[in-house]
């Protein structure tokens, strides 16, 4: 596996694949009502341009063959200064025990402590099992919450935080 930077014209991919994870992984979670509502809100093409050209990092995963198996991004935390908040990591079902996923999260965290970031956060829904997949990576709850996100839906998370010193 590769890690490169994403750009505007990875957009349609990043959508694609988050389309086909999130049916995956919250399909005991979240009504399709507030799946669907959800994907077009944080996958809307002009808000990703919008993270991409405002400082977002948004990294991707690819095979040998050059096909995108997973995104992720991340970028300064709004509510900690001083901190790098995880935005999204979402890997294709047929990449996930490839470790895809603990690449594009190990160069997050390695990009972040080369900036001089010393802690990384991330919101995880409460029922996820990927809080454990976070756990094992040194990752620890410190909180919980629940977001309001519109039309009357919530995002009912535990806010996870790790130390990069």
Known sequence: MEIRKATIEDIPAIIKIARITWPVAYKNILSEEQLKYMLDKFYDPEELKNQIETGQYFILALDENNVIAGFASFGKSEDTPGTFHLHKLYVL???????????????????????????????????????????????????????PIGNGYFMNDFIMTKKLV
């Open 93 to 147: 079902p047929e990449f996930q025990k490839l470790h895809a996923g603990r690449m594009l999260l190990d160069y997050a965290i390695e990009e972040t402590r080369r900036l001089g970031v010393q802690e990384i956060n991330l919101n995880v829904n409460r029922f996820n099992n990927a809080r454990y997949f976070y756990e094992k990576l040194g990752f620890k709850i410190v909180r919980t919450v629940d977001n």
